[in-house]
Structure formats: C-alpha cells, structure tokens
C-alpha cells in the first residue's frame, strides 16, 4: 500500500468529548408541544373573545327578553291579557282599556307561541278577568316554524324558555349562542356601534308598539301581502292550532277568565284577496270555540271605519288607527266583560 492511497483522521484533542446526539424523537416532542401550547393559547383567546361578545350581546335590549320581564314583573296587576302576531301587537294598545292589561303579542307569533306564553304565566296573573286572542285570516293554517320567520322559535327558547313545538333543533347552536342567532352581519353592526343599541326602541311597558313599517298601500301591495301568507298557510294546521286554543281555553275556563276572539282590520287592498274556503275554515273553527268555551267573537277585519288614514300598510294599522281600534275594544269587547252579571 502506498502513502497516497492511506488517509488519515485527526483523533479529537485529548480532553474533550464529542458533543452529544439528542434523539430524533425528542426534537419532534419538543416541537409538536410547543406547536400544541401556541394553539391552546390562541384557542383560550378566542374563547374569551367570544364569551365576551355573548355577554355583550346579552345586555342589548331585545322585544323577546323584554316582554318576558315586563309580563312577570307586572303579572300580579295585569287584568286583561293581549296575545297574537304583528297584527295585534301593532294594533292593540291596552292603555285605551280603562283596565290593567298587556300586550304579549309579537311579530309572526303564532297559537303555539300565543298559548305557551299565556299558560306560562297564568298562575302569576291572579287578577286576569280576560284574554284577547286575535285570529287573522291566515292565523289558524300557520305555524311560525312553517315559514322564513323560523329563526324567532331560537329567541323563545332562549328568552321565554319556551321549546319549539316538534322538539326539533334541540342541539342546534343557536339554542345558546346569540353570535350565531344574530348573524355575523348584525354583530358587526351591534361592535360598531359599541353595542350601545336597542332592538326594541318602540315598545312600551304595556308591551305595546307602533309599528315603523310604513309602506304603499296599494291593490299591487295587499297582492304581494296576501300572496306571502297564502304560501304559508296549510290547512293541516288549523287543527293543531285548535288544539292549542282549546288546552288554553281550558285553563282559563277553569279560572273563570273571560275568552274574547278579536280579528283586526285589515285594508280593503288586502281583504279584497281573501279565498273563501280558507275564510269559511276559519269561521268555522272559531264558532266551534265559541260553543265549546263561551268565547265572544268580534270580526274587524271588513270594518268600514277603518280606511286607508288608518293604516301604515296593507294589514297593520298605524298608531292612530291603533288607538282608534283600542278605544272600540274597550267599548265593544273589554267592558262587557268586567260588567257585572244580569
């Protein structure tokens, strides 16, 4: 062999020793935890974050949360209780009555919600001498979970405690969560304006509301009015809702409490439109009500002291009329029932 085909290592100089190896698996666990620490701590931040813009959410006044509080912190006086959708909410103001009352109604609340609130707090009612229950044209053959409205059966749930009537979307998130019940869209709005807003800046301690929605009226208006409730409407439910007015009926029959059945008015542009099977299902239902359990029944909605001044659209009444209809009720529906017997 000779010196050019030898090679030669340098040994390490006496004293030192060659720095040690760590282990391929350990730089891995050293990496994967911190990689598992940085996602704790952005997860624990957007928790925070989001658990403080439910409890911001919370504090915005909202009609749902706020009847409920008006309606039990005044249960113990109210004398006669208002139920229904937008139609009574905007059109029946108890001040006019002469007597303690509460509007509990509200926009697209139908008889299951209208017979929950009602069975709810009838108990903490001990002066309650009568319920108004307004049944419009397209009321019996409607539930709210039927239509776009759905979304307001997650605000009963949340705020009156009220289930849906199927027992459906029990797990949904919205259940619980008001960032995904309001939508991204309106949080951003409730953020920018640093959540100094309130939903419901028209309702009244009566439970009360003018109604805002002012818009044409006009026979192209009440079609397109009339046109939305019809696609809503199934006459497969006009028998369930009766049977929520009938478990409703019961306990306050049991309780003494008068039953006034009102339908309000409505614009002759809409209630020029209304099909005559549907009406006659409707009158007919009602009448049966009225046998069963004494109920009174006043029909407005073809009332010729209504006219267009009156109303705000189609079929709602604007607050004069509102007040106008009011003072009626009180004349025609809430007296006779506090006179004394004959």
Same mark, same amino acid.
């Given at each position: 062999?000779?010196?050019?085909?030898?090679?030669?290592?340098?040994?390490?100089?006496?004293?030192?020793?060659?720095?040690?190896?760590?282990?391929?698996?350990?730089?891995?666990?050293?990496?994967?935890?911190?990689?598992?620490?940085?996602?704790?701590?952005?997860?624990?931040?957007?928790?925070?974050?989001?658990?403080?813009?439910?409890?911001?959410?919370?504090?915005?006044?909202?009609?749902?949360?706020?009847?409920?509080?008006?309606?039990?912190?005044?249960?113990?006086?109210?004398?006669?209780?208002?139920?229904?959708?937008?139609?009574?909410?905007?059109?029946?103001?108890?001040?006019?009555?002469?007597?303690?009352?509460?509007?509990?109604?509200?926009?697209?609340?139908?008889?299951?919600?209208?017979?929950?609130? #009602? !069975? %709810?707090?009838?108990?903490?009612?001990?002066?309650?001498?009568? &319920?108004?229950?307004?049944?419009? +044209?397209?009321? =019996?053959?409607?539930?709210?979970?039927?239509?776009?409205?759905?979304?307001?059966?997650?605000?009963?749930?949340?705020?009156?405690?009220?289930?849906?009537?199927?027992?459906?979307?029990?797990?949904?998130?919205?259940?619980?969560?008001?960032?995904?019940?309001?939508?991204?869209?309106?949080?951003?709005?409730?953020?920018?304006?640093?959540?100094?807003?309130?939903?419901?800046?028209?309702?009244?301690?009566?439970?009360?509301?003018?109604?805002?929605?002012?818009?044409?009226?006009?026979?192209?208006?009440?079609?397109?009015?009339?046109?939305?409730?019809?696609?809503?409407?199934?006459?497969?439910?006009?028998?369930?809702?009766?049977?929520?007015?009938?478990?409703?009926?019961? #306990? !306050? %029959?049991?309780?003494?409490?008068?039953?006034?059945?009102?339908? &309000?008015?409505?614009?002759?542009? +809409?209630?020029? =439109?209304?099909?005559?099977?549907?009406?006659?299902?409707?009158?007919?239902?009602?009448?049966?009500?009225?046998?069963?359990?004494?109920?009174?029944?006043?029909?407005?909605?073809?009332?010729?002291?209504?006219?267009?001044?009156?109303?705000?659209?189609?079929?709602?009444?604007?607050?004069?009329?509102?007040?106008?209809?009011?003072?009626?009720?009180?004349?025609?529906?809430?007296?006779?029932?506090?006179?004394?017997?004959?």
């Amino acid at each position: 062999m000779t010196e050019a085909t030898l090679s030669y290592v340098d040994p390490p100089p006496t004293g030192t020793k060659a720095p040690p190896v760590e282990a391929a698996p350990r730089q891995q666990f050293r990496s994967l935890r911190k990689l598992l620490t940085r996602l704790c701590v952005f997860g624990l931040i957007n928790l925070a974050i989001f658990g403080l813009l439910e409890l911001r959410l919370a504090k915005i006044p909202n009609a749902y949360a706020r009847k409920e509080a008006l309606l039990t912190a005044q249960g113990k006086e109210i004398e006669v209780l208002v139920l229904g959708s937008s139609h009574g909410y905007y059109a029946i103001d108890p001040a006019q009555f002469g007597h303690k009352g509460f509007n509990a109604a509200y926009i697209a609340q139908d008889l299951y919600y209208d017979s929950r609130i #009602a !069975l %709810k707090h009838l108990n903490d009612m001990p002066k309650l001498r009568q &319920v108004i229950v307004p049944i419009s +044209y397209h009321t =019996l053959e409607t539930n709210l979970c039927d239509t776009p409205e759905d979304w307001r059966s997650f605000f009963y749930r949340r705020f009156y405690g009220i289930p849906r009537y199927d027992g459906h979307k029990r797990f949904d998130p919205r259940n619980w969560s008001l960032m995904l019940l309001y939508r991204n869209k309106e949080v951003f709005r409730f953020i920018a304006s640093g959540f100094n807003i309130n939903l419901c800046p028209n309702l009244r301690d009566n439970g009360f509301a003018a109604t805002d929605d002012f818009a044409p009226i006009t026979p192209e208006a009440g079609e397109a009015r009339i046109e939305i409730h019809h696609h809503d409407m199934h006459e497969p439910r006009l028998k369930q809702n009766v049977v929520y007015l009938e478990q409703l009926f019961t #306990a !306050l %029959k049991a309780r003494g409490v008068r039953i006034a059945i009102v339908s &309000v008015p409505i614009h002759h542009d +809409y209630s020029d =439109l209304i099909e005559r099977e549907p009406y006659d299902r409707m009158q007919a239902a009602i009448h049966g009500l009225q046998a069963k359990f004494g109920a009174t029944y006043n029909d407005y909605m073809f009332d010729g002291r209504f006219d267009t001044p009156d109303y705000a659209n189609v079929d709602h009444l604007n607050e004069a009329g509102a007040e106008r209809f009011s003072r009626i009720l009180r004349e025609e529906v809430v007296e006779p029932a506090f006179a004394p017997p004959r």
